[in-house]
């Protein structure tokens, strides 16, 4: 059997037992441990995304409340923010709790990857190697929601700059996640910034190279929901086409759609896009409507703005 049909297999049987998604994460997260690897990943992405966001979204960090839907179990998202804009964000996780064993790896990624951070701000972060998770968000001055529900957030109306996840609204059907933008532009300003990363491979395909990064195309629908239609293997399998549609039809403009592409595991623009890997070489006919382009795109950083009053008014 293959690493992505054993994991397959283990997710199933936890996905569809009575508790058996908490206990999978508890097992991975908790004792496992693998959130110290997540730690990693966000080191290496999280300062790409700020410099996006200033770069092409104006974003001003004197003036920005940032909410990060779903950061993770550990605090890293908290304190490369604070670092690196001077607040911390709300953050707000569904599934996910916040664990006091990634405090120090944390700490010690957040100040390695910040970007001309004051000295100040840099020893509040690395005297909080040894606090509590919670103790350390509340000293970057992060407000937290767990167990929350991502379209009914607990958040003001109107008063957000940007919202972001990254690598979560893929898990979500797409009724639900239609629900969860329409919850974003509640909470959003006008002008305000929507910043989604939505991973398009197949997940199974982090884990074993063997199969074709869209390997989950292959399935029509009920196939796939009986072998992947459970909490831990569930897909949504949209096209960055039709999540485009969804962006704009919950009322946002788009600045712009970054695609990523492999071998290269880098963003680029449209045109340059089809220089990616093919991730899906026998696709099923439910998908045969897939661009090209689409195709050759691992994942989007999807970029848009609720328009301001004066657009508004404008139209």
């Given at each position: 059997?293959?690493?992505?049909?054993?994991?397959?297999?283990?997710?199933w049987?936890?996905?569809?037992?009575?508790?058996?998604?908490?206990?999978?994460?508890?097992?991975?997260?908790?004792?496992?441990?693998?959130?110290?690897?997540?730690?990693?990943?966000?080191?290496?992405?999280?300062?790409?995304?700020?410099?996006?966001?200033?770069?092409?979204?104006?974003?001003?960090?004197?003036?920005?409340?940032?909410?990060?839907?779903?950061?993770?179990?550990?605090?890293?998202?908290?304190?490369?923010?604070?670092?690196?804009?001077g607040?911390?964000?709300?953050?707000?996780?569904?599934?996910?709790?916040?664990?006091?064993?990634?405090?120090?790896?944390?700490?010690?990624?957040?100040?390695?990857?910040?970007?001309?951070?004051?000295?100040?701000?840099?020893?509040?972060?690395?005297?909080?190697?040894?606090?509590?998770?919670?103790?350390?968000?509340?000293?970057?001055?992060?407000?937290?929601?767990?167990?929350?529900?991502?379209?009914?957030?607990?958040?003001?109306?109107?008063?957000?700059?940007?919202?972001?996840?990254?690598?979560?609204?893929?898990?979500?059907?797409?009724?639900?996640?239609?629900?969860i933008?329409?919850?974003?532009r509640?909470?959003?300003?006008?002008?305000?910034?929507v910043?989604?990363?939505?991973?398009?491979?197949?997940?199974?395909?982090?884990?074993?190279?063997?199969?074709?990064?869209?390997?989950?195309?292959?399935?029509?629908?009920?196939?796939?929901?009986?072998?992947?239609?459970?909490?831990?293997?569930?897909?949504?399998?949209?096209?960055?086409?039709?999540?485009?549609?969804?962006?704009?039809?919950?009322?946002?403009?788009?600045?712009?759609?970054?695609?990523?592409?492999?071998?290269?595991?880098?963003?680029?623009?449209?045109?340059?896009?089809?220089?990616?890997?093919?991730?899906?070489s026998?696709?099923h006919?439910?998908?045969a409507?897939?661009?090209?382009?689409?195709?050759?795109?691992?994942?989007?950083?999807?970029?848009?703005?609720?328009?301001?009053?004066?657009?508004?008014?404008?139209?």
């Open positions: 059997m293959t690493r992505a049909g054993a994991k397959a297999s283990l997710q049987v936890f996905g569809r037992a009575p508790g058996g998604p908490s206990a999978y994460r508890w097992l991975t997260r908790v004792a496992g441990g693998t959130q110290a690897t997540h730690v990693d990943k966000l080191a290496r992405v999280v300062p790409g995304y700020i410099e996006v966001w200033e770069r092409r979204c104006d974003v001003d960090w004197s003036t920005a409340k940032v909410t990060i839907l779903e950061p993770g179990y550990t605090p890293f998202w908290a304190l490369s923010l604070y670092l690196n804009a607040r911390g964000p709300t953050l707000v996780n569904h599934e996910a709790r916040f664990l006091d064993r990634y405090v120090g790896h944390a700490v010690d990624e957040a100040v390695r990857t910040a970007k001309d951070a004051p000295e100040e701000r840099v020893n509040v972060v690395k005297g909080l190697r040894d606090a509590g998770v919670h103790e350390a968000l509340s000293q970057v001055g992060a407000v937290v929601h767990e167990a929350a529900s991502l379209t009914s957030l607990s958040i003001e109306s109107g008063s957000q700059t940007l919202v972001h996840s990254g690598g979560i609204l893929e898990h979500f059907r797409p009724e639900t996640l239609s629900l933008l329409a919850e974003c509640r909470v959003l300003a006008p002008g305000g910034i910043s989604h990363v939505i991973d398009h491979r197949d997940h199974l395909y982090h884990a074993d190279k063997s199969i074709e990064p869209m390997d989950h195309l292959r399935f029509g629908s009920h196939d796939y929901e009986f072998r992947f239609g459970h909490r831990l293997g569930y897909h949504n399998r949209l096209s960055p086409t039709q999540v485009t549609k969804l962006f704009k039809a919950s009322g946002f403009e788009p600045i712009a759609v970054r695609r990523m592409i492999l071998p290269d595991q880098k963003y680029v623009d449209e045109d340059t896009a089809m220089s990616g890997l093919l991730g899906c026998k696709l006919q439910d998908f409507d897939w661009s090209e382009v689409d195709l050759r795109t691992a994942a989007c950083h999807y970029l848009f703005r609720l328009p301001s009053r004066d657009d508004a008014a404008g139209h």
